[in-house]
């Protein structure tokens, strides 16, 4: 099996996954002891119906009347409808408590998902981090929603037959226990062979998922230079990697069960042969022989049950590490390292600010340093891969810089963007690359603004230049849009991308060609809307034309991941360098809206 060609997300061990299970099931002990008990109560219950074959047994050989069977039926009657109760109140009591952890463990796994930096997620695959919040999510609350009641039920059984089994005689529950060895040796073998496939098979699973993903994302660009042929075994060769640690695991799953039914007869043949010596002394009769073989049979499921759970335990125990793994490098974590008192109105401070992509590649940006006042507006410049948008994705704080650093009143914007909360809204970025969301504009903007009101939202789609347009749908701001609705424009997407972010009101916008679109009515209007966007906010406008730098503050001019001018647009104008030739070529340009400041 060939090793990954990508850094994964890290796994968490043994003690940081009990402890992330042990904060996930805060307030739920009370409802699981209360289940617990109900367990015991059924699984008592579980012994009526073999006393009464028992003493029905005994009644035969003894050649009583019908009135023998009185007792017997009656306590198979009251032990089912008893049965029936307990087993309702402990399933309703675990899934209480079950799905309220299993809940939590999914919006830790997707809080700390969200908070991850761009830089650690490009470095493991979007596929591996969409396996840990589906999968093994899934994996986990299958396993707790099933295995977690069914292991408590099947070893409460277990020791209440093995003490009805020492009631009778306690030479029967001796010889039910010569199974034990057998079965303690088969369970020691399957988890010692079967921790490791299970861990690798997740991993294994994630880079299938990262591969497949990868593909369907770049399939027009595959098909189009004819590298489809060499992805696709790519993705053959990740999905025979996972499918080759499944068969492993079911290779290994078959071996245990045989040798526990091995270890089944073995304790059965033990129990009949005391039995038989019992009745024959005199020291048993019948109706305890019957009912110690009833007993011990009646062992086959619930210890292939609590000893198969262990299969379910160790894939969700595999499954759980992959998912706690993600808050390694979550808000809990930047939570926790207290990044200093916050100082008011310091603004953005970048710092001898330096980056790369991977830890061998090129720096692709060289000791930046800027101080961007607060309410101050700041354009970026320069040709293509200069390092604009680097720059941007480490102002906002999507990406953890290589060195140096960059903070928002004293505080790393990279830790504010990983936490929770308003403080997480205080600097926003918005990209070119934006997404409509199933459902209506209004829904699309509330995703911002969940208690946004009507007129807030109508607000929003005037101050974008937006509210015509919207006005002239089916049903104006409540028409559903998108995939299933009316399809709208990139101008208009980029509209509503725009007037989301008013609703949320960031301290901060970090605009990184967040207005880029060909033809000059259009550029106009965007420039309108990034303009509204910007006013009263600190803001760094990654510039794709030169108008948008006209309007700002100051202007930096980049090259070579390093800023080569700065100054008021109006100064750099006059002064002959690089920003100025930029302007003159941009406005001799036929088509302005084209160049790329």
Do not use: C
Not at 413 to 436: K, M, N, Y
Request: a neutral charge.
């Amino acid at each position: 099996m060939t090793a990954p060609t990508a850094t994964l997300l890290p796994v968490a061990t043994a003690r940081q996954t009990r402890a992330r299970l042990r904060a996930a099931l805060r307030g739920e002990r009370p409802a699981l002891w209360a289940a617990l008990a109900m367990l015991v109560l059924d699984s008592a219950l579980t012994l009526a119906g073999p006393l009464a074959i028992g003493r029905i047994t005994q009644a035969v050989a003894d050649h009583r009347g019908a009135g023998a069977l009185t007792g017997p039926v009656l306590l198979l009657t009251v032990a089912a409808v008893a049965g029936a109760l307990t087993g309702w109140a402990a399933t309703v009591l675990l899934a209480r408590a079950v799905l309220t952890v299993t809940g939590r463990l999914r919006e830790d796994a997707l809080a700390a998902a969200l908070a991850l930096p761009v830089d650690t997620v490009e470095a493991g695959g979007t596929g591996d981090l969409v396996s840990r919040v589906s999968g093994d999510a899934e994996r986990v609350s299958e396993a707790a929603s099933g295995a977690v009641g069914d292991f408590a039920a099947a070893a409460l059984t277990i020791l209440v037959t093995l003490a009805g089994l020492a009631a009778l005689d306690w030479r029967f529950a001796l010889a039910g226990l010569i199974a034990v060895p057998l079965q303690a040796h088969t369970l020691r073998w399957y988890l010692r062979t079967s921790r490791p496939l299970y861990a690798a098979g997740r991993s294994a699973d994630g880079r299938r998922a990262s591969a497949l993903l990868g593909a369907f994302t770049a399939l027009p660009t595959l098909r189009a230079l004819r590298l489809a042929p060499g992805r696709q075994a790519e993705v053959a060769q990740t999905s025979a990697e996972a499918m080759a640690y499944e068969f492993g695991a079911t290779r290994a799953a078959t071996r245990f069960y045989g040798r526990l039914n091995i270890a089944e007869f073995t304790g059965l043949s033990a129990i009949l042969l005391v039995a038989w010596a019992l009745v024959r002394s005199g020291h048993a009769d019948i109706g305890a022989a019957t009912t110690a073989a009833l007993f011990f049979v009646g062992l086959f499921d619930p210890v292939n049950t609590l000893l198969g759970t262990f299969d379910s335990v160790q894939q969700a125990t595999a499954a759980l590490a992959r998912i706690a793994g993600l808050t390694l490098n979550g808000p809990d974590k930047e939570r926790s390292s207290a990044p200093g008192a916050v100082r008011p109105g310091e603004g953005i401070v970048v710092r001898d600010l330096r980056h790369r992509y991977g830890d061998h590649g090129p720096d692709v940006l060289r000791g930046i340093g800027l101080d961007i006042a607060p309410g101050q507006r700041l354009a970026v410049v320069g040709t293509t891969g200069s390092g604009k948008s680097t720059l941007a994705s480490l102002i906002a704080g999507t990406r953890t810089p290589y060195a140096g650093g960059v903070t928002l009143d004293g505080v790393p914007t990279d830790q504010l963007a990983q936490r929770s909360g308003e403080s997480a809204r205080r600097i926003v970025l918005v990209t070119q690359e934006h997404h409509l969301f199933p459902g209506t504009v209004a829904d699309n903007l509330r995703l911002a603004g969940r208690a946004a009101s009507a007129p807030d939202v109508e607000a929003a789609l005037a101050a974008v230049g937006a509210a015509d347009w919207v006005a002239a749908l089916p049903e104006g701001a409540d028409t559903v849009v998108g995939r299933g609705g009316t399809r709208l424009t990139a101008r208009q997407v980029q509209q509503l991308a725009l007037a989301r972010v008013l609703l949320l009101d960031p301290e901060v916008v970090v605009l990184d060609e967040a207005t880029a679109e060909a033809g000059s009515d259009t550029a106009r209007t965007l420039d309108r809307a990034a303009l509204a966007l910007t006013e009263g906010r600190t803001a760094v406008v990654v510039a794709h034309r030169l108008s948008q730098a006209a309007t700002a503050d100051v202007v930096v001019v980049m090259a070579d991941g390093r800023v080569v001018e700065r100054g008021h647009p109006d100064e750099l104008r006059a002064a002959g360098g690089v920003y100025a030739r930029l302007w003159e070529s941009w406005t001799r340009g036929g088509d302005r809206t084209h160049h790329r400041g």
